[in-house]
């Protein structure tokens, strides 16, 4: 939640009003670069985020944006004040004059409105707060040029005070980011092509009218960079293969062929034990929910079976499964909990059978998660596609049984609540 307080972060001076650095004010207020913006870029990264301490950092910095656009409003609004009622001062921004009554309203200095299109927000920790570290880089330089522009004296203490606080926010933001102790460069989960990868094009050429020469530097040259002509010269000289591609099929050094199919072996004698485990574990559900949810699974899970066998049809190889000790385990588990359920309350032992459901979900997902991978890297589309659909199964039927569970929970504490009462 919110709570205004009638005082603001940085008390606010100006001597001499100017309508025309009253505009130039409003970039910061309602700009690409701006404090609304950074407020609702950093506020909404923190509702998606799901790193609880990284969450923090991100709404009490977009929070203290909303104080910092309070400062930028004020201040604006006091440099702009003259055009409610001077012809001179009006016309240095009639659109502020005319239309928002000498006040401020969510527009730049161009007296273009303000767009959600200026936040930068990709549901990825690491890249977002490598974005927030330019924002607030950006900002810090929009405010040095507007102290530039400012004869006023408590105004130039606003405005360093708010120019101050972006450095410390960057200061925040990059150890954030490095307290994630992620490669520089490891961006999203898919690895870069190799050897592309270190292919630095040359597709700058010649001397320039000015003197400009072809140079190098550690951006080009050395720690394993390539340094290769343009692509578009050689094409023109008849050279083929001038860019590093894995257009023809991967060799298979490092036998991920035969561990994908050990892998799938796995998958399917799990998969079939399942298939034997499932009606009783639906037999034992107390509420009709679960149990539907148990049927439901197992003619998913008797699809996924075939979807398997035609994993293994597309990579040529026989369908024989191979003892899955994990899933032995786990259905084992299951047992012991039925058995123990026959003594407990209805929600009690439910609860319970779904706890041994989702160690068997998690145990799946991340079966099917490395068969895919594998699949991926060896680039055979067709089984990634089927191991994907199963694996979105897996998921769903997860977060399905999450549901129930949350149900029943509340089933468990209307007993004690209604005694309580009594």
């Not at 319970?352 to 680039?379: D, F, W």
Request: with cysteine.
């Amino acid at each position: 939640m919110y709570h205004h307080v009638k005082k603001l972060m940085f008390t606010v001076r100006v001597d001499e009003p100017d309508p025309r650095f009253g505009n130039m004010l409003l970039e910061q207020f309602g700009g690409a670069n701006g404090e609304l913006a950074a407020a609702m870029q950093y506020s909404i990264q923190g509702l998606n985020c799901e790193d609880p301490d990284r969450k923090d950092l991100l709404m009490d910095i977009g929070t203290e944006e909303l104080s910092h656009l309070e400062v930028v409003g004020t201040l604006a609004r006091m440099h702009l004040k003259p055009a409610k009622f001077d012809r001179q001062a009006a016309e240095a921004d009639p659109l502020i004059a005319i239309a928002g009554g000498g006040g401020v309203n969510l527009f730049n200095s161009q007296g273009n409105a303000w767009t959600a299109d200026y936040l930068k927000i990709t549901g990825e920790l690491d890249v977002d707060l490598r974005s927030n570290i330019a924002a607030e880089a950006r900002a810090k330089i929009v405010y040095e040029r507007l102290i530039n522009f400012c004869d006023d004296a408590g105004s130039k203490d606003a405005l360093q005070f708010l120019m101050t606080r972006e450095i410390t926010h960057m200061k925040a933001f990059s150890l954030a980011l490095q307290s994630m102790s992620k490669p520089a460069f490891s961006i999203g989960r898919i690895a870069p092509t190799p050897g592309l990868v270190d292919q630095f094009f040359n597709d700058s050429t010649g001397t320039g009218e000015h003197g400009e020469i072809d140079t190098r530097g550690p951006w080009n040259e050395g720690n394993g960079w390539v340094f290769t002509d343009s692509p578009a010269i050689q094409a023109d000289l008849g050279a083929a293969g001038v860019i590093v591609t894995e257009s023809s099929p991967p060799t298979d050094e490092a036998g991920l062929n035969d561990l994908l199919i050990d892998e799938l072996r796995d998958i399917l004698h799990a998969e079939k034990q399942l298939t034997k485990a499932l009606p009783k574990m639906a037999e034992a559900a107390r509420f009709d929910q679960l149990r539907e949810l148990f049927e439901q699974h197992l003619v998913e899970t008797e699809n996924q079976v075939e979807r398997i066998n035609e994993c293994f049809e597309l990579l040529g190889k026989t369908a024989r499964p191979k003892p899955c000790k994990g899933m032995m385990g786990l259905v084992e588990e299951g047992e012991e909990v039925m058995a123990e359920g026959e003594e407990k309350e209805d929600a009690a032992a439910d609860l319970a059978l779904i706890g041994a459901a989702q160690r068997v979900e998690h145990y799946e997902m991340s079966a099917y998660t490395t068969a895919k991978n594998l699949a991926q890297q060896l680039r055979h589309s067709a089984v990634v596609a089927l191991l994907s659909k199963s694996l979105a199964e897996e998921e769903n039927s997860d977060q399905l049984l999450n549901q129930v569970a949350r149900s029943l929970m509340s089933v468990a504490k209307m007993p004690a609540a209604v005694e309580q009462a009594e």
